[in-house]
């Protein structure tokens, strides 16, 4: 049973856009939900992460949206960059952690 | 912020012989570890998690046999890839999990690049 659906694949913004990626889950038992951001041939690196008691939370560029009722949250770079350009994983916590598929993002200048 | 080594950063091995991945929370004290593999485009595939002093856990499809874990201190954990196989080539990438109160956190070191020919 797949835990957690993340969409789109891939993306491609220009600079200065808005890039949104979403995350779909299943387990209500779930209460951490992050993003982390990957650069080729490195570990993922957290990037912005959420507690179910909010609904948004926002940390300079980056903000994440978090819909209880509908289990999806999803995250908004604003102004992105080329430096943004990377692979975007959802990874909801519970007893266990299930990562996203994945979305690559590509910041065209 | 929580930092999480791994040593070597990348290998090249023959085929039939062993490999061993170090796994290391620099300032932290890490109970629990998370082995991962990566193939290329793909997403991270929970291998294993390894808890201080205790046997691995092995995610369903993993053969334990070949792929030993020990997490003797809580600051380290091995990963060796026996009998490695052109097959066993991937990204192998360790995570800490950090608990202080609510927070959930893992950390992930920077990977290790395998590679069997």
């Known amino acids: 049973q797949q835990q957690v659906k993340q969409s789109p694949q891939s993306l491609i913004v220009q600079k200065g856009g808005i890039s949104i990626i979403n995350c779909a889950y299943e387990?209500?038992?779930?209460?951490?939900f992050p993003w982390y951001q990957q650069f080729p041939g490195k570990g993922p690196a957290l990037l912005i992460a959420?507690?179910?008691?909010?609904s948004e939370k926002k940390e300079g560029r980056f903000t994440i949206s978090f819909n209880k009722s509908a289990k999806q949250f999803s995250l908004h770079i604003m102004d992105s960059q080329p430096g943004d350009s990377a692979t975007y994983f959802c990874?909801?916590?519970?007893?266990?952690?299930?990562f996203g598929t994945g979305t690559s993002l590509t910041v065209i200048p | 912020g929580a930092v999480v080594s791994q040593h070597p950063s990348w290998v090249i091995c023959k085929s039939g012989t062993s490999v061993k991945i170090e796994c290391r929370s620099l300032?932290?004290?890490?109970?629990?570890m998370f082995w991962y593999r990566q193939f290329p485009k793909q997403s991270l595939m929970l291998m294993a998690t390894?808890?201080?002093?205790?046997?691995?856990?092995?995610e369903q499809g993993v053969e334990k046999d070949k792929f030993l874990i020990n997490h003797a201190s809580l600051t380290l954990s091995t990963l060796t890839v026996t009998s490695a196989h052109p097959e066993d080539s991937s990204f192998y990438i360790c995570?800490?999990?950090?608990?202080?109160?609510?927070?959930?956190?893992?950390?992930f070191g920077p990977g290790t690049r395998l590679t069997v020919l």
């Open positions: 990874a909801p916590v519970g007893n266990q952690f299930y």
């Open positions: 995570s800490a999990r950090l608990r202080e109160g609510l927070s959930n956190e893992q950390f």
């Open positions: 390894s808890n201080e002093g205790s046997k691995a856990t092995y």
């Open positions: 300032d932290f004290q890490a109970t629990t």
């Open positions: 959420i507690r179910p008691d909010v």
């Open positions: 387990n209500t038992a779930f209460d951490y």
